[in-house]
């Protein structure tokens, strides 16, 4: 085991009670679902910016897996602004997520939908938000350290509450089993992700630029590492990379820096195996993430594909941490963001 230069900072002790607070939510959005559908929703949209879009993967991936009857999208908050879309109307469902509910660009999104006559859905910190005062329904995570989690979470059981009232839903009973199993298995990941912490910390210490490979829901947390926690918080130069693209143009340079290949359980699962079969082929410096190397007590077998997703993310949050502490970064320390205009 490498040895990490200075410890990272510990799990927050809010973490559990955050994820337990999110997933108690679960019943609010089966009742919106379920009313909706009766109403006659047809599209649903998943918005965010940054950390928040990159949370929608794993509830569109279940969309497109299953559903027949409502079309769902995902695109950032500006998107939505900026371009005409002929689905959004008093038929659709737009989903949308801003940490602090005041992103500017999300809420423009919101008043664009609505104005639209779209149904919205916030996710946001907290109740008293801008977010909160345009949604017509909030899900809310009482937490500023506990981020990542909680938003994929409420897009995710978004996702199974549209399939569950479209008849779209294999096994609901199991599928909701698995997310009440969430923050104990989250929990989890966390901790034992600590390993694969102290590898990539020695590992990106000194690089001088990480490629991070995903694919399918699992795509969103290779951008949440590579844009949000290792360019936006650590200051390290980072891509994402789609293993469905990767050998087509990137394998080529690719393994010339550090890798590090997410690996999930739902159905792409093959194309990050193939990459890290590559890897351990001809490159020097890479690391695996993989759910399967993680508990996920109280999940069942059958779910594991389910959740592996949001653990992935999670796990790879933690990352950060262990990044962070070996490189000696303040990860509240910016340049741009919240201090100048954009």
């Excluded at 912490?197 to 951008?223: H, K, T």
């Amino acid at each position: 085991m490498l040895d990490v230069a200075v410890d990272p900072v510990p799990l927050s002790d809010d973490l559990t009670p955050t994820l337990e607070h999110t997933v108690a939510q679960a019943g609010k959005a089966r009742e919106l679902a379920a009313r909706l559908v009766g109403e006659g929703l047809r599209t649903v949209y998943f918005v965010g910016c940054g950390g928040s879009f990159y949370s929608t993967f794993p509830a569109q991936d279940l969309m497109e897996s299953a559903e027949d009857t409502v079309v769902s999208h995902r695109m950032t908050a500006a998107e939505l602004v900026h371009r005409p879309l002929a689905g959004l109307d008093r038929t659709s469902l737009v989903v949308a997520s801003s940490h602090s509910g005041a992103t500017p660009e999300t809420l423009e999104a919101v008043r664009v939908a609505k104005k639209a006559g779209a149904t919205v859905a916030g996710i946001a910190r907290s109740g008293d938000s801008p977010l909160a005062e345009e949604a017509d329904v909030l899900f809310d995570y009482p937490s500023n350290v506990t981020v990542t989690e909680p938003k994929a979470i409420h897009f995710t059981q978004m996702a199974l509450a549209l399939l569950e009232a479209t008849g779209s839903l294999r096994d609901a009973e199991q599928a909701w089993q698995a997310v009440e199993a969430v923050p104990q298995a989250l929990t989890a990941a966390k901790k034992e992700v600590a390993p694969l912490g102290e590898r990539v910390g020695a590992q990106w210490r000194d690089a001088e630029l990480v490629y991070v490979l995903g694919a399918g829901p699992n795509f969103g947390a290779a951008n949440a590492l590579a844009a949000c926690y290792l360019q936006e918080m650590n200051w390290l130069h980072a891509s994402a990379v789609n293993a469905g693209d990767f050998f087509h143009g990137p394998f080529e340079i690719v393994g010339d820096h550090p890798v590090l290949v997410l690996v999930g359980e739902d159905a792409t699962r093959p194309m990050g195996e193939r990459a890290v079969a590559f890897a351990e082929r001809y490159y020097r410096t890479w690391s695996v993430l993989d759910s399967k190397d993680f508990t996920l007590p109280g999940v069942p077998p059958r779910q594991r594909g389910l959740i592996s997703p949001l653990a992935v993310a999670s796990a790879s949050r933690r990352l950060l941490d262990f990044c962070a502490a070996e490189r000696g970064h303040n990860t509240a320390q910016r340049r741009y963001m919240y201090r100048v205009a954009y």
